[in-house]
């Protein structure tokens, strides 16, 4: 780098950009899009000055060129504005020096009237070409007796970005100050931030692109799609905002792809603003920009953007406070707990309740708490009687019911739901409100709700597909698919009697369902990880501890019971026990449904036939056979008879159900349960019956491939399922079946470390199986009777969960014993 001597000492050599000037060609006409003071202008004079070109500058604000002015061979215009005007300037400048090297500076893009007219650039040079390196950084430090290191010259740049009049500014600053140090950097950016001002108070700079400033800096961090919104008020603006791109103003964070205006120049537009008495048309902006989201369904978008300006988010929540259930409630909430401290709009204490106690508001945990159900409360009475909206008193009204539901009224709380569906019509929105429909299509939402925990099933089907339908037509499309959610929990069967809640519905319809609601999420989970016996799955979901869902409680039960079921599989059904004792502690003797009941009887069940009680199993279950329209109770009453070594009890539990299923999990598991009980008697005539049925619960199963059934009797009913398949003729789809449910049993023994149940001893005798030749021999080698082999042997099936000398020696190397 060199210095320009004389009257330029102030000027910096830039070679590379003179470098760049002498390849354009004499005459062309090159476009630079950059932001004014980029050091576009000096470097053309640098390089005037090497050739000794003669170079007139001119700006489009100057419409007539008059026939005095003097002979060019290089123009420097720079180009103002998109008006005719400028265009007409424009046209006159190649119309005076048709003959002249035309470089045009534009902060936005090529005028389109100039295209219009036939006059276009050869050449296009972005903007960023013309930021400051590090080593031009050095040299203007040096120039203006500034003492600067490397790494501060970078670091500078990795700062505040490489414009050169903004980089020349804060090195100028701080040769005042003696040192870069953050005043330096200041009032560089308030030096760059003055001259936007002011360019765009003299229409150099587009006053909507100002705006855009403005708006950018107030908002601070957002995604590119909102930037772009922000930069997206006409053509020309979005065009400067690619050129302010270009001048490094804006960072990005890669990982996030949120963009925001570098902190300092931010800084230094804030304090303008403030400086100026503009916070409140700015934050008005932010809250028009934010409004429009909102209408256009972007709710994220709408609602992030206002997230740290209370001014502009009081201001939306009044106007859009009906949309705060699709936003999450942890934000929500502390959001409307200040405004109402601002504002005495019944309709925000009204969406303040909602956060509270409503389960269907975006991302509840479904947990109520006793002190929000009294903040709630209090609320409410705040409202009675005060003048709102049609939506907002609807809302409220439903509120009302909810708070029911949750102090245990079921009943209640559908009575008064229902009175309340049936008494409103369809309501139709204002063009500007859509709270009348989201608070009709809530309501029939949590009537839906009230019905599951009042037992009727019939009712909430209905309810919710009405919601879902209502919720869809007036695009609220989170709170359709949390009405979708819980039909799943209430489908019917097709032709028969409805049976909802029971276990059949909810398998087929929460197994691998998408859903967004966290409760039902975990229920998801457990139910996924069941369905095909995934022991890692059911750890990992019995890890995550049991959510306290207060509403709807029936999800609770739920969880209850399939939780229930996963410990009873991994052997840890005391822990079962223990969370059903807690459980019932916590419910503290309050009135339960028959749909509460049923499900807590299931989870007892599988705690009792786990922990080897299944005589207490039968009992529980034969004082609750009313309840068969919930659980499959004659499935469990089978179940239990068999572990209690009663075949023909658990035979008469399933007398009338075993062609009531259909197809599916319930069909598969029946025709095991009956396989096994009349295996079991082991006369020849039920020997062949039994293979019938076990054929029958193969060819189901291997439509619908649920491996649950197959491990719900445990390792030795299991051993003795796969022994009998292997007799049987099967098709390919049974055989993969088949590998299917040995693949189960292998992983569920090593994490549930069956292997850990033999002895010392047994563990010799599976070591000496594959050796030797018959339970003689085995003695032999063991120096023990043939009547202690045969009685090891016996214990040693039952542990590994197989019926054979073959099966034992083949698990035995499975499992890594020999």
Same mark, same amino acid.
């Given at each position: ?9 102030? %000027? ?25 003071d980029?050091?576009v ?22 419409v ?16 103002e ?9 424009a ?23 100039l ?44 700062? +505040? ?8 500014? =804060? ?66 603006v ?8 270009q ?22 537009v804030?304090?303008?603003i403030e400086?100026e008495a ?38 939306l ?30 309709e ?15 991302n ?43 102090d ?30 989201l ?9 839906g =709700?009230?019905?599951?925990d009042?037992?009727?099933?019939? =009712? ?6 009405a ?6 037509s ?15 929990l +209430?489908?019917?069967n097709?032709g ?6 029971t ?20 229920v +998801? ?28 409680l ?8 399939? %939780?229930?079921?996963a ?16 459980f ?19 989870? %007892?069940?599988?705690a ?5 009680a ?7 279950l ?6 068969r ?28 159900t ?46 619908a ?14 051993g ?25 049993r ?13 002895s010392?001893r ?14 003689r ?13 045969k009685?090891?042997?016996?214990? =040693?099936? %039952?542990?590994l ?11 035995a ?6």
């Amino acid at each position: 780098m060199v210095r320009v001597q004389g009257t330029d000492r102030d %000027r910096l050599s830039r070679p590379r950009l003179v470098s760049l000037w002498r390849r354009v060609t004499a005459g062309a006409t090159v476009l630079v899009t950059a932001q004014h003071d980029s050091g576009v202008a000096s470097s053309v004079r640098e390089w005037v000055a090497e050739t000794g070109d003669r170079l007139i500058e001119w700006s489009s604000n100057r419409v007539d060129v008059p026939a005095e002015t003097p002979d060019a061979d290089v123009v420097l215009l720079e180009i103002e504005g998109m008006l005719g005007t400028h265009v007409t300037a424009a046209l006159a400048v190649r119309e005076r020096w048709p003959a002249a090297t035309l470089i045009a500076v534009s902060s936005t893009q090529w005028p389109p009237g100039l295209l219009d007219a036939g006059m276009r650039p050869e050449r296009v040079f972005p903007g960023s070409q013309f930021g400051f390196t590090t080593d031009e950084t050095l040299d203007r430090a040096e120039q203006l007796g500034l003492a600067l290191t490397w790494d501060e010259a970078s670091g500078l740049l990795e700062r +505040v970005g490489t414009h050169a009049g903004l980089v020349d500014a =804060i090195l100028r600053a701080a040769t005042s100050h003696g040192s870069l140090d953050e005043a330096a950097v200041r009032t560089g950016c308030d030096a760059l931030v003055s001259h936007f001002a002011g360019a765009a108070a003299a229409g150099v700079f587009r006053p909507n692109g100002w705006r855009a400033v403005l708006v950018s800096a107030r908002i601070g961090p957002m995604p590119r799609r909102t930037l772009l919104e922000v930069w997206g008020r006409d053509e020309v603006v979005r065009a400067a905002f690619d050129n302010v791109l270009q001048a490094g103003f804006f960072v990005q964070d890669p990982d996030s792809d949120m963009m925001q205006l570098r902190p300092d120049i931010r800084a230094a537009v804030i304090d303008r603003i403030e400086r100026e008495a503009r916070l409140d048309a700015v934050d008005a902006d932010v809250a028009a920009l934010a409004s429009r989201f909102l209408s256009e369904g972007r709710t994220d978008d709408g609602w992030s953007i206002v997230a740290d300006l209370p001014a502009a988010r009081t201001r939306l929540l009044v106007e859009h406070w009906w949309l705060l259930g699709e936003f999450d409630v942890a934000h929500a909430r502390p959001w409307l707990e200040e405004a109402i401290t601002r504002s005495a709009s019944p309709e925000l204490r009204v969406a303040l309740i909602r956060c509270l106690i409503d389960v269907t508001s975006a991302n509840h945990t479904g947990h109520v708490s006793q002190a929000d159900r009294r903040v709630a409360r209090d609320l409410l009475d705040e409202t009675d009687g005060v003048e709102m909206s049609v939506g907002a008193l609807l809302l409220a009204d439903t509120l009302r019911g909810v708070l029911l539901r949750l102090d245990g009224h079921h009943g209640e709380a559908l009575e008064t739901h229902e009175r309340l569906a049936d008494s409103v019509d369809r309501v139709h929105d204002d063009a500007d409100d859509g709270a009348p429909s989201l608070a009709q299509a809530n309501l029939l939402l949590h009537a839906g =709700i009230s019905a599951i925990d009042a037992s009727r099933s019939d =009712i909430a089907s209905d309810r919710f597909a009405a919601a879902a339908a209502l919720a869809h037509s007036s695009k609220h499309d989170r709170l359709a698919r949390y009405a979708h959610e819980m039909l799943l929990l +209430v489908t019917t069967n097709s032709g028969r009697a409805p049976l909802p809640s029971t276990f059949q519905a909810r398998v087929d319809n929460l197994v691998g369902a998408h859903v967004i609601t966290p409760p039902m999420s975990n229920v +998801v989970k457990l139910s996924s990880a069941l369905y095909i016996v995934d022991p890692r799955g059911l750890q990992e979901a019995l890890d995550d501890e049991a959510p306290a869902v207060d509403d709807p409680l029936m999800l609770r039960f739920i969880d209850l019971a399939l %939780r229930s079921f996963a410990h009873g599989l991994l052997g840890t059904s005391g822990l079962a026990a223990r969370a059903i004792e807690l459980f019932e502690r916590e419910l503290d003797g309050r009135d339960l449904t028959a749909n509460h009941r049923a499900l807590l009887v299931w989870a %007892r069940t599988e705690a009792l036939l786990h922990a080897g009680a299944a005589d207490r199993a039968v009992e529980l279950l034969t004082e609750t056979r009313g309840l068969r329209a919930v659980i499959p109770v004659d499935v469990l009453l089978a179940r239990a008879a068999l572990r209690a070594k009663k075949p023909e009890r658990a035979l008469a539990a399933l007398a009338s159900t075993q062609d009531a299923y259909g197809s599916g999990v319930l069909a598969v598991w029946s025709h095991l349960l009956l396989f096994l009980a009349y295996h079991a008697i082991g006369s020849d005539s039920s020997l062949e019956v039994a293979h019938q049925h076990l054929s029958t619960a193969l060819v189901a199963g291997s439509r619908a491939r649920p491996l649950l059934p197959f491990a719900a009797q445990g390792m030795s009913a299991l051993g003795t399922t796969l022994t009998q398949a292997d007799q049987l003729a099967l098709d390919p789809a049974g055989r993969r079946y088949i590998a299917d449910v040995e693949r189960m049993r292998d992983e569920l023994q090593l994490a549930t470390s069956t292997t850990l149940a033999l002895s010392e001893r047994e563990r010799v005798v599976v070591a000496h199986l594959v050796a030797a030749e018959s339970t003689r021999d085995l003695a032999a080698r063991l120096h023990v009777s043939p009547n202690t082999v045969k009685t090891q042997l016996r214990s =040693i099936y %039952r542990k590994l969960g197989v019926s054979s000398w073959a099966d034992a020696v083949a698990t035995a190397k499975r499992l890594g014993l020999v």
